[in-house]
T-cell receptor, first 112, second 113 residues
Framework: DGGITQSPKYLFRKEGQNVTLSCEQN?????MYWYRQDPGQGLRLIYY???????QKGDIAEGYSVSREKKESFPLTVTSAQKNPTAFYLC???????????FGPGTRLTVT | AQSVTQPDIHITVSEGASLELRCNYS??????LFWYVQSPGQGLQLLLK??????LVQGIKGFEAEFKRSQSSFNLRKPSVHWSDAAEYFC???????????FGKGTMLLVSP
């Protein structure tokens, strides 16, 4: 079955550590996205990529980094510079000329 | 810049009653409009979308939405709500030439017996 996988579902880290969240898709989609979700805040765009080896900052990119070395993969690193990293992180993808986004199941990151 | 407003943070509906969730957008171009549903701790699932044409669109799970350009609205409706519809609903807007979507802050639907 085609879809988007995010791993792990739950992630715990100590403050000051970098952590990388995985996102893989087998939908052959060109574009991929990372969102952060906090209660009552909706979805806020962190980074997006429309093609391999290229990505753009979203609304809240500070403290995050990404790479897009393969079409299928778009990992997100939450760095120690992110002041409030505890959140639910969602990855999405969309096909060429398709504006609808398909979402993965999410990763809940807790930093203490 | 585009924006999406979902005026209701929470809505409670009795099982079997009709439902309408409101969505208003602000956009300069012709918008592409979406409704997504999210169960707790899960990703978002696309319910329906509007790109052009018939302003009343049908989606999955018995949902429909109507695009009203004059009111800048894209309200989601369902004639009879089931307990399994309890979830959070997000409206989103995009446009031709823009590669990102803007999401509303969501409406939490509670279904009472």
């Amino acid at each position: 079955d085609g879809g988007i996988t995010q791993s792990p579902k739950y992630l715990f880290r100590k403050e000051g550590q970098n952590v990388t969240l995985s996102c893989e898709q087998n939908l052959n989609h060109d574009a991929m996205y990372w969102y952060r979700q906090d209660p009552g805040q909706g979805l806020r765009l962190i980074y997006y990529s429309q093609i391999v080896n290229d990505f753009q900052k979203g609304d809240i990119a500070e403290g995050y980094s990404v790479s897009r070395e393969k079409k299928e993969s778009f990992p997100l690193t939450v760095t120690s510079a992110q002041k409030n990293p505890t959140a639910f992180y969602l990855c999405a993808s969309s096909g060429d000329r398709s504006y609808e986004q398909y979402f993965g199941p999410g990763t809940r990151l807790t930093v203490t | 810049a585009q924006s999406v407003t979902q005026p209701d943070i929470h809505i409670t509906v009795s099982e079997g009653a009709s439902l309408e969730l409101r969505c208003n957008y602000s956009y300069g171009a012709t918008p592409y409009l979406f409704w997504y549903v999210q169960s707790p701790g899960q990703g978002l699932q696309l319910l329906l979308k509007y790109f052009s044409g018939d302003t009343l669109v049908q989606g999955i799970k018995g949902f429909e939405a109507e695009f009203k350009r004059s009111q800048s609205s894209f309200n989601l409706r369902k004639p009879s709500v089931h307990w399994s519809d309890a979830a959070e609903y997000f409206c989103a807007v995009g446009a031709l030439g823009y590669s990102t979507l803007t999401f509303g802050k969501g409406t939490m639907l509670l279904v009472s017996p």
